[in-house]
């Protein structure tokens, strides 16, 4: 069974403020997808990494995958409340079919 | 571009009664997965059914059971419902060959009383 450990689970700073998400299991993903929920909606998807050690920027948001494609982090750099909101880590494993095994969610608040 | 819809937004069942559950997948996509969704956790792999037959399956019960109709639209179904099954059941639609990037819809809200 793969299983993706996200931390921290809680994240509360303050507006400006950088911060990073982690993602790790023991298994390897052929691909790693980050998804942004807000409560009561369903996941929004801001990422898909694909080769172990690439590196991909959105804006303020800087997503990488493990150079053994087992984990992966996403760094903000000076938050700002409208980042506020459920941050998901999904990993597809090498299987015939697309199931993704997400993390638990890092809750991230950034207060004005 | 038609993104993933789902119906209803909101349904509220007893114990025991069985529901059904609606989505259609954006347009251009082939493949729909189902995920079951508890308060403070991430969503958990029910199915996928691609060309109308399921294509695999997660750590689920037989109850829970679904269809995908020939322009690619889904249902879920739940017989026999638990107090347990009280979650937000999402959908997303993908198209098979590519990375599997799923896209969701912003899911049914399952309360079992």
């Known amino acids: 069974t793969q299983l993706l450990e996200q931390s921290p689970q809680f994240l509360s700073i303050q507006e400006g403020e950088n911060l990073t998400v982690y993602c790790n299991s023991s298994s390897v993903f052929s691909s790693l997808q980050w998804y942004r929920q807000e409560p009561g909606e369903g996941p929004v998807l801001l990422v898909t990494?694909?080769?172990?050690?690439e590196v991909k920027k959105l804006k303020r948001l800087t997503f990488q995958f493990g150079d053994a494609r087992k984990d992966s982090s996403l760094h903000i750099t000076a938050a700002q409340p409208g980042d506020t909101g459920l941050y998901l880590c999904a990993g597809r494993g090498s299987t015939s079919y697309g199931k993704l095994t997400f993390g638990q969610g890092t809750i991230l608040t950034v207060h004005p | 571009e038609t993104g993933v819809t789902q119906s209803p937004t909101h349904l509220i069942k007893t114990r025991g009664q069985q529901v059904t559950l609606r989505c259609s997948s954006q347009s251009g996509h082939n493949t729909v997965s189902w995920y079951q969704q508890a308060l403070g956790q991430g969503p958990q792999f029910i199915f996928q059914y691609y060309r109308e037959e399921e294509n695999g399956r997660g750590n689920f019960p037989p109850r829970f059971s679904g269809l995908q109709f020939p322009n690619y639209s889904s249902e879920l179904n739940v017989n026999a419902l638990e107090l347990d099954d009280s979650a937000l059941y999402l959908c997303?639609?993908?198209?098979?060959?590519?990375?599997?990037?799923?896209?969701f819809g912003p899911g049914t809200r399952l309360t079992v009383t």
């Open positions: 990494v694909v080769t172990g050690g």
């Open positions: 997303a639609s993908s198209f098979a060959g590519s990375s599997y990037e799923q896209y």
